[in-house]
């Protein structure tokens, strides 16, 4: 419990995080309002078809700020402190202190997760709330099933975030690839265009657990079962690679 506490601290001792925070519980509430305005018009044109997705495409969006929270999880143990400070990593601080590297991983990793499903409550609050401020009487009913699927869709992001920086120990590439993923194309949407396979990618598989899509291919349990693998398979892999790592190197 010590050791998760501390990561907890770590965590909040970083200013970035306090970025990653803001647009975790906040981005997907703007983004819902963006859509309610735009499905109150089509409401009163007598035109709307989609009032059942309002606010959850807003959920889909708001990873990014977990994203951000896994990465820098485990990149900030590999900056290097300036020469005032002794010009060392927090890695080798960390690993002193909690000599089970297994162990240190799990209390990360319980930290970056509780953080994860902390974020995703506030950003379902505030998304509800602003969906009912604008549509009033035609705010849909948000489904507890389907919320519990984006809250799993969060963390399992955030620690596929975790891992692949834990493989790398690099922040740009990770960073990089799944914030263009979430964000401006989805690499499993091209994908598809090429195999059928892509469908079982965990960005692709794990949308399934909340998100009505025309062309859904999995149930929600299925989904969050695929995306679950993808999360066990990764993170065991960057397990094995850092038990095996030279702190130094």
Not at 53 to 75: K, N
Not at 124 to 147: D, H, K, Q
Not at 189 to 215: E, Q
Request: proline share 3%; charged share 10%; net charge neutral.
């Amino acid at each position: 419990m010590r050791a998760f506490n501390a990561e907890m601290s770590k965590l909040f001792s970083l200013p970035s995080i306090w970025l990653a925070c803001f647009i975790a519980a906040f981005a997907p509430a703007i983004f819902a309002s963006l859509d309610s305005l735009a499905e109150k018009k089509d409401i009163v044109a007598g035109v709307s078809t989609r009032l059942a997705e309002v606010g959850y495409g807003g959920l889909g969006f708001g990873v990014q700020g977990v994203i951000i929270l896994g990465v820098l999880a485990v990149s900030s143990e590999y900056f290097t402190e300036s020469s005032e400070s002794g010009g060392g990593r927090q890695i080798t601080i960390s690993l002193s202190v909690v000599p089970s590297r297994l162990y240190f991983l799990l209390a990360k990793a319980g930290a970056v997760t509780a953080i994860s499903v902390l974020l995703c409550t506030i950003a379902i609050v505030t998304t509800i709330l602003s969906t009912e401020l604008i549509l009033g009487e035609y705010a849909p009913a948000f489904e507890w099933s389907r919320l519990i699927g984006a809250v799993c869709y969060w963390v399992f992001t955030t620690l596929i975030a975790f891992g692949l920086t834990l493989l790398t120990k690099n922040s740009i590439i990770p960073l990089t690839v799944l914030i263009i993923n979430s964000s401006i194309v989805s690499f499993s949407i091209l994908l598809a265009k090429v195999t059928p396979l892509a469908v079982y990618l965990p960005d692709r598989a794990g949308i399934d657990m909340f998100m009505s899509m025309s062309d859904r291919f999995h149930t929600p349990l299925t989904g969050g079962l695929v995306m679950f693998t993808w999360v066990v398979v990764l993170m065991t892999v960057a397990a094995i690679v850092f038990h095996r790592r030279d702190v130094a190197s």
